[in-house]
Structure formats: C-alpha cells, structure tokens
C-alpha cells in the first residue's frame, strides 16, 4: 500500500491568540513576539473603558484600565499598539462593539499614517452589537442606534476596505452564557438577519451589491467539549447560513453564501480545578472546528489552560499556538475531503440541530426579530434559564466535570506553583500612568481641530450621516476615545438592557429545602424578609455569575435586589442604604477586585453602613483574597465554589452571625 503524500495540502487556518494588557508598548511587544513564533493573525483584546467609551480617567474606569485588555484612548495609543507591524500585510481582529466605529476609525488612520492602501486592509471588527444586551455587557447606546452604527461600518468598509469583515455575528458568548447548541445558531443566524434585513432596507448599498455585502458577513463561534454535538453544530451552521442567503436574501453566487467563520474555543469549561486537564478540552474543543472540512473555522484562536486562574502568560498563550500548529502541520488532517461526509449519524444530528433552529427562528421571527427578542427580554431570560439547568446538572452530578465533581483527588499542580501563581498580572502603576498619559496627550493637541472635529462628529450623528468619516477626522485631529463616547452618548442617549433575572426560571439544585427553611428561620427574627445585594461595580459586562446568585437567592426565599451591570461603588452604597439590605454581594470577574471593592468598603464605612457583611466572587487569586479578607470582606468565592446553594447557605450564617454581634 503506498503511502505517498497527496498532491495538494489544504491551506491552514489563520492562527491567532487573542491577547492585550496593560499598554499598547507592552501589546505591540507581545503581538510581534507571537508572530516571531507563527501566528499568522492578531486578534486584539481592549480593555474595559476602551470597549464601553471612556478614557483612563474617567471614573467608571476605575480599577479597569489594562486588565482585560489593552487600553486605546487615542491615535497616539493605536500607533503604538502596531508599531513596526505591516498593517497592509496583516490580518488583524478586534473584539470591539459598541466603540467598533471608533476603534476602526482608529485603527484606519494609523494606517493612512503607514502609507497603506485601504483597500487592502484585512481583518474583522466584531461589531455585534445584539449579544451583547444578552451576554458580554458593553453596550452603551440603545439599540435603535447600535445597529444603526453597526450598519454605518458595513455600508463604509464596503467601499472604503472591502477585504474587511465589517461584522463578526458573534455566538461565542452566547455559549460562554449558558447557551444550547440551538440557541447559539438561532439566536446568531437572527442576529444576523435583523442586521441584513435593516441594511437592506436603508438602502445604504445599491441592491445589486447587496449579495457582495452579504458575503462579507462572517461569525465568531464558541465550540465546547460535547465534540460531535459541537462538529454537528458547524455543519448545521453551515448549511442554514446557505440556505437563508439563498431563500431569504436571493444570493445566488456560492461564494457569497459561504459560512466564514472564526473561533475561540470554550473558556466557560476551564477549570479552576486540577487546571492542567484544561489543555485536553482545548485540544478535543479544537478538533470541533478543523476535523469536518466543509465547516472548517477560517480563523482559531484557544484560550490557554490557566484563564480560570487569571491573565495568561507568554509562554502559556505559545503553549495553545503550538497545539494548532502540530495540528496543522503534524498531522493529515488538511489531505483529505470532508471525513463525515455521507455518514447516516452524523446527518442524523445535524438534521435534528437545524429542525430545532428553524424553529426557534420562527418564533424570533414572530416576535418581530432579534431586536424585540431582546428588548422583551425572551432571549436573555432563555440564556439565564439555560445556564442555570448547566450549573445544576454539575451541581448534581450529572453533568460530569473531571476533577470538579468527579476525580477531584489531585497532587498539587506544578504549572500553578512557581512565584508569580502561574498568571499574568497586571502592575497597579499602569492605570495612574495611563491617566497621566491621557492628560499629557490632550494638553498636547490643537483644541480648536479637535473642538471642529466633535462638532462635526455630533452632527453627523443627529442628521443620520455615515458616522465613519467624521470619526477618522476626529481621530485624526486627537479626539479621545471618551470624548466619542461622551459625544453620541449625548444624541443617543444610554441604555440599560433587560437582566432576564425576573421571570427566569431555574432548575433546582443541591438542597433548597433546607435553605429555605434557614432564610425563613433568620427572616423571622430579623424582623423582615432577608434582603441580598447582588451588585455589579465597575465595567465589567460579564453578568452570567451575578444571574444565577441572583436567581438562586431568590429560589432560597430571599429578597433579591439586582439591578444589572455597570454600577459605580457610590451607586452600590448607596443602594445597600435606601433598600436597607442585610448583605451585599458583588461580583467582578475583570480582575479589578481590590479597588472596586476597597472602593466600595471604603464607602460603606463613611457612611456608618460598615455593619452590612460583603461577599465577592470572581477569578481571585488566593493573595487577593486574603486582602480582600483584610478589607474586612467576609467571604471569597471562586471559580472552585460551584455549589451555589452552599453559597446561598453561607450568607445566611454570615448574616445571622452579623446580627447576633449587632444584637
């Protein structure tokens, strides 16, 4: 048997990490490192202020600035960030949404700066506006004129950059929210038709280009460690993308109904536990992507087997490169067709996937689109629903989690043990210098440019006009990225999307009877009804955690108050103060704990409020938590503390041993 190679290899995927902290220097470092190392892609993480509109001294930003991204204030900081990379020859992504305009403004002067055509500029700004009301929390404007902003940056990179990806259909947090297989491709593929149907309709591209923008169109996705589900999945993506442009859109061209999409694998499954098994599920995640050929990711990039533990590092973030690139290159993979072609079991799964899909889409459709599935809160409450029936089927047992609930006996890891925890950490020094920064760059510039460039930016803003050009001039000219923000905030207005707590119904778990009857016990005696604070300070938008405490307290028989995300300490006081609540519990999962919650403590105590106990959850390491402790915090969960009807047990004795002291 011969055992020649054939004659074409398939081209591999892009690889990508997907990486930012601190500065744009310490970024543009990284990033030429990990293209020294063969990655073939960037793929930008901002941080907080930067995705949700404001600049490094802005008091929302507080405690946020660097840490899960990189912060851009301005052109001087994009500059930075790609120094001595070829724009023109790289393919770049940016996880950017409701800033994206901004940030593509950005990105494309200082490209006009390096002397690129535009015209071949590649990459992908996210720009899906819609998950993010549903899971991942930077939003700022309604949604009227989020998608309005969203369409504003496909009409314009169809003219301007057409080898970009103007918007990434994003279902990846969808998934990280607790979502089924069905809901990541119905909620997404209506995503994506609420947005065609509003480009369409505008008129923003002449109809017989409307085919050349819809093939532009491409999808993040999250695969998760169900491997055949996951690879069924792709396929049924695949073919029902085909189908909608076909049936719904008139494409008649193939190529312009080509499901083009990238992947970052599923960091919701890492696990804080035992986290050297997290490098086998980002391996067998992966496989979910690249293994079927006709549904093969364009793009991949994997999270690093410590995300649960904190920021990754280097060496770690080459670790996950080196995975694809022994994949890629190691293996035969890229010299066959499709291997699942023609198989009565998988056409079985995947013909299942796309019934059930179509279906959710109809009754989307019915509600008149994804934006109404969102501002009525169906969809949110769906995910919260979804995530709770997860968290109880791990709570109970039954859905297994290797060394959370089942093998938990475990020598302590190596790869956790060396001096920095095995993280990254980002130096508290970086905000105050990037404040400092921000103020020396606006004294630097010509305020009467930058006053002209607002103006017109606020009145392409009210008259409807392409918001695109005016954001370059002003980019150009030094606006920075608050004062956009402040700008179309001030024409837009804010927004705060449903919570899907109130109406969500949740799947029992662990033993609420006995609960219960402590929350009813302690309420006795109280007086009233325990009260719980479930808040949310600072920017981060990831509220999944903060839901299912919210939803289980109030299954144990507690007042809840929880009123969503983006909240400043002040807010949360004062809050805890006029409702009068027994205990507050926050959550952060940026890894701006020890400010926002010394913020918060801080206040509490100036405000003779310091009696009312405080527990925080989030991704802490153990010496942040013991200084939380010394704050005076009572409690600390992690990742680890899965069992939230244990959590729920807790506050009721903190609470009833506060008040026994009070007493």
Not at 96 to 102: E, F, G, L, M, R
Request: proline share 4%.
């Amino acid at each position: 048997m011969s055992d020649a190679k054939p004659e074409r290899r398939d081209r591999p995927w892009i690889f990508r990490t997907y990486a930012g902290h601190s500065t744009a220097a310490e970024s543009n470092k990284l990033y030429r490192g990990n293209l020294a190392k063969g990655q073939t892609g960037l793929s930008v993480a901002f941080d907080l202020p930067t995705q949700t509109g404001y600049d490094p001294d802005d008091l929302l930003a507080r405690g946020e600035v660097g840490k899960v991204g990189v912060p851009v204030a301005h052109l001087g900081d994009m500059r930075t960030l790609f120094n001595d990379i070829p724009l023109e020859r790289m393919n770049t992504s940016m996880t950017i949404n409701a800033t994206a305009p901004w940030l593509l403004s950005l990105y494309a002067a200082a490209a006009d700066e390096q002397g690129a055509d535009r015209k071949l500029l590649s990459g992908t700004t996210q720009n899906d506006i819609i998950k993010e009301y549903l899971s991942r929390g930077t939003y700022v404007f309604p949604p009227a004129p989020s998608l309005r902003l969203t369409t504003d940056v496909i009409a314009w990179t169809y003219s301007e950059m057409p080898k970009w990806n103007p918007m990434n259909v994003c279902s990846y947090h969808l998934q990280e929210a607790g979502a089924t297989p069905v809901q990541e491709l119905s909620f997404a593929l209506a995503t994506a038709i609420a947005i065609l149907d509003g480009l369409k309709a505008n008129g923003a591209i002449p109809a017989e280009d409307f085919p050349k923008a819809v093939g532009r169109i491409s999808f993040f996705v999250n695969a998760g460690m169900r491997f055949v589900t996951e690879m069924c999945k792709m396929r049924a993506f695949t073919e029902l993308w085909d189908e909608i442009c076909r049936e719904r859109y008139g494409v008649e061209d193939e190529r312009y109904r080509r499901f083009r999409y990238g992947v970052q694998v599923n960091s919701l499954g890492l696990t804080e536990q035992q986290p050297e098994n997290n490098v086998y599920r980002i391996l067998i995640e992966m496989l979910a992507v690249v293994l079927s050929k006709n549904a093969r990711a364009r793009a991949v990039q994997l999270p690093a087997w410590n995300e649960a533990l904190g920021l990754p590092r280097p060496f770690d973030q080459q670790w996950s490169l080196r995975m694809q690139q022994i994949v890629a290159y190691e293996t035969d993979l890229l010299e066959y067709a499709d291997i699942f072609d023609g198989s009565a079991e998988i056409t079985r799964k995947v013909e299942a996937l796309k019934d059930e899909a179509r279906d959710e889409l109809a009754r989307i459709d019915a509600m008149g689109g994804a934006v109404a599935a969102v501002e009525s809160s169906y969809m949110k409450r769906k995910l919260v629903e979804a995530n709770s029936s997860r968290l109880a089927g791990i709570e109970t047992g039954d859905q297994v989690v290797v060394g959370v609930n089942k093998y938990i006996e475990s020598e302590p890891s190596p790869l956790a043990a060396g001096e920095d925890g095995g993280i990254l950490t980002v130096p508290e020094h970086v905000e105050g210098e990037a404040i400092e920064k921000v103020k020396a760059w606006r004294e630097a510039r010509d305020q009467s440019a930058v006053d002209a460039a607002l103006a017109d930016l606020k009145s392409a803003a009210s008259e409807g006009r392409n918001i695109m050009e005016p954001s370059i001039a002003a980019a150009k000219a030094g606006v920075t990225t608050g004062e956009w923000g402040r700008t179309l905030r001030e024409i837009f207005g804010e927004y705060r999307a449903p919570t899907g707590v109130g109406q969500s119904v949740s799947d029992d778990a662990g033993d609420l009877a006995a609960v219960r009857t402590d929350v009813d016990t302690l309420s006795k005696a109280l007086g009233r009804r325990l009260k719980f604070l479930v808040g949310k300070p600072g920017l981060d938008g990831h509220s999944n955690g903060a839901e299912q405490i919210a939803v289980r307290a109030r299954d144990c028989g507690m007042e809840v108050v929880y009123e969503g995300i983006r909240l400043t300490p002040a807010q949360i006081v004062n809050t805890a103060i006029e409702e009068d609540v027994h205990v507050i519990g926050l959550s952060i999962l940026s890894g701006s704990h020890l400010a926002l919650v010394r913020d918060v403590m801080d206040r509490l105590r100036a405000s003779g409020a310091d009696d009312i106990p405080v527990v925080v959850g989030g991704i802490i390491p153990d010496e942040d938590s013991a200084q939380l402790k010394a704050m005076g915090v009572a409690a600390v969960y992690t990742p680890k503390d899965f069992q939230l009807t244990d959590i729920m047990g807790d506050v009721v004795k903190i609470v009833s041993a506060r008040a026994d002291k009070a007493a």
